[in-house]
């Protein structure tokens, strides 16, 4: 079974940095385009940023120029690196992957989130 896993949350000081990381494990052929998304109580959940399989990204203005997202495809990884935080970001942080198994199901996988405090 495809499994997703997110580690890396925390709680930091305003103005510092955490960095999260997301991996895919099982019967996986490709993973296409892998994203983080956030909810924060009593709110909807975004989209932060997304990076396709060749690299491409997409970034939230909100965190353009602060956040940066990555990935490691030989390990099925994939990262965002948080810098300058802010208390507005806030929030549970939740990976969602793209992904082919060796079924040839292609479906979105959620991860099961990571906590994101941002407080002084």
């Known amino acids: 079974q495809v499994q997703v896993v997110e580690s890396g949350g925390g709680l930091v000081q305003p103005g510092g940095s955490l960095r999260l990381s997301c991996t895919a494990s099982g019967n996986i052929v490709s993973i296409a385009v892998m994203g983080w998304y956030r909810q924060a109580p009593g709110k909807q959940r975004e989209l932060v940023a997304s990076i396709t399989s060749v690299g491409r990204t997409n970034y939230a203005d909100s965190v353009k120029g602060r956040f940066t997202i990555f990935r490691d495809n030989a390990k099925k990884t994939m990262y965002l690196q948080m810098n300058s935080l802010k208390p507005e970001d806030t929030a549970v942080y939740s990976c969602?992957?793209?992904?082919?198994?060796?079924?040839?199901?292609?479906?979105?996988?959620w991860g099961q989130g990571t906590q994101v405090t941002v407080s002084s």
């Open positions: 969602n992957a793209d992904i082919q198994n060796t079924y040839l199901r292609r479906a979105n996988y």
